[in-house]
């Protein structure tokens, strides 16, 4: 079965709690799993405005960081990160630029890859930022695996993103079970995807026979 690394930013816990329902996915697949997060950038000072900072950070201590070594390891990537003025957070955003040499050996290559996001309201950049991880996975070669609308939880309209699911922060309210839903459901794509792949992926990297 396929090796699937869910690896995510999260400063007050939503990008976090969709990580585990995006690995709880993939281990109903059949994967296994690695849950990790990426390194703290900001200063103390700016975590210190933000009460619920401080204690998801304290809450997730329990967590290992992400390296070069599980990208190696993984059979597929499950990215999240909170969307930061529409776009990638710099935390996550420095792991992956931490990624170059694997890139460049093309280990990251011919996996399958998807991505997840939250953002402070409902219109707040979310497909922007899972188009950008997009990107960044078409550049490493990697198979995207988009949710779409391939599982009747795609049409609920607490959830409905065919790039990637997304949370709007509730601020005190209760996130609504579609997305954790929406969560699972992508994270058990990406594993069948990936099982496929991992199969093949020797004669997919094979070079072209010429004529």
């Not at 400063?11 to 059949?30: D, F, H, P, R, V």
């Not at 992956?96 to 997840?116: C, E, R, Y």
């Not at 969560?183 to 020797?202: C, F, I, S």
């Amino acid at each position: 079965m396929a090796n699937v690394a869910v690896i995510y930013y999260s400063s007050t816990g939503n990008t976090y709690e969709l990580a585990k329902a995006i690995e709880a996915g993939a281990q109903a697949a059949g994967a296994t799993t690695r849950l990790l997060k990426v390194r703290e950038l900001a200063p103390d000072e700016a975590i210190a405005t933000n009460e619920g900072w401080g204690k998801h950070i304290a809450a997730t201590q329990h967590v290992p960081e992400a390296t070069n070594a599980d990208l190696e390891w993984a059979d597929a990537y499950a990215f999240g990160t909170p969307t930061r003025f529409g776009t990638i957070s710099a935390q996550l955003k420095q792991f992956i630029d931490g990624s170059g040499g694997l890139w460049f050996a093309g280990k990251l290559a011919n996996k399958a890859a998807t991505g997840f996001t939250g953002a402070a309201s409902t219109h707040g950049g979310q497909e922007g930022t899972v188009q950008d991880l997009h990107k960044v996975f078409t550049h490493w070669g990697c198979i995207l695996v988009p949710p779409g609308y391939t599982d009747a939880i795609q049409f609920d309209p607490a959830n409905g993103n065919p790039y990637g699911v997304s949370l709007g922060d509730p601020r005190g309210g209760e996130v609504p079970d579609a997305i954790f839903a929406a969560a699972r459901w992508q994270g058990e794509r990406l594993a069948r995807v990936a099982d496929v792949l991992a199969m093949h992926r020797d004669a997919i990297a094979a070079p072209a026979t010429k004529a």
